[in-house]
């Protein structure tokens, strides 16, 4: 069983503030995705990293994914209260017969105060 | 508005019962998976199908089960219901099997008193 984990599990910051989270694993994955998820609402794709080392910018988020593909990292800049939310990692990975499945963490939950 | 749609959005039941949790898949998506959302467990991968066919199975109980119909339309059923199930239930839809970008409904929050 592939297993992600997540940490921190909580994180509250100031507006302002830069903070990172971190999703990492002993298995390899032949792609990472990373998902916001608001209360009430299902999980939305941010980003899909594919290449080890792989870096991605989305406005204020950066990603990276480790040269390995075993982890990524979420690094957020100058954090607004809109970032608040559960941010979760998904590694992909071969199940058999074809099919490819998503395994997620359980999640950074994060609330930036005005 | 991921173009998902499950009912009921939330559902209470008594423990023993069963219920059924629907999903429409956004429009040309051929694949659909029901996952479950606990506080604890995280988000768990219950099961998969492709085109109307079992396509891979994660961490599904005995007691629960699924399918897909022609239209594309897939129900989840959970029966025998323990306390334990209560959870947030979703269905996320691709266009592919093999997953690379999946679109989740806003799930079907089950309370089983």
């Known amino acids: 069983t592939q297993l992600l984990e997540q940490s921190p599990q909580f994180l509250s910051i100031q507006e302002g503030e830069n903070l990172t989270v971190y999703c990492n694993s002993s298995s390899v994955f032949s792609s990472l995705q990373w998902y916001r998820q608001e209360p009430g609402e299902g999980p939305v794709l941010l980003v899909t990293v594919v290449t080890g080392g792989e870096v991605k910018k989305l406005k204020r988020l950066t990603f990276q994914f480790g040269d390995a593909r075993k982890d990524s990292s979420l690094h957020i800049t100058a954090a607004q209260p809109g970032d608040t939310g559960l941010y979760l990692c998904?590694?992909?990975?071969?199940?058999?017969?074809?099919?490819?499945?998503?395994?997620f963490g359980k999640g950074t939950k994060l609330s930036v105060i005005p | 508005d991921s173009g998902v749609t499950q009912t009921p959005k939330h559902l209470i039941t008594a423990t023993g019962q069963r219920v059924t949790l629907r999903c429409s898949p956004r429009?040309?998506?051929?694949?659909v998976y029901w996952y479950q959302q606990s506080l604890d467990q995280g988000l768990q991968f219950l099961i998969q199908y492709y085109n109307g066919e079992e396509r891979a199975k994660g961490n599904i109980l005995e007691r629960f089960s699924a399918q897909q119909f022609p239209d594309l339309h897939s129900e989840l059923n959970l029966s025998s219901l323990e306390l334990g199930d209560s959870a947030l239930y979703f269905c996320?839809?691709?266009?592919?099997?093999?997953?690379?970008?999946?679109?989740f409904g806003e799930g079907s929050w089950l309370t089983v008193v």
């Open positions: 998904a590694g992909k990975g071969y199940s058999g017969a074809g099919s490819y499945q998503l395994t």
């Open positions: 996320a839809s691709s266009d592919t099997g093999s997953g690379n970008t999946i679109y």
């Open positions: 429009s040309g998506d051929l694949s």
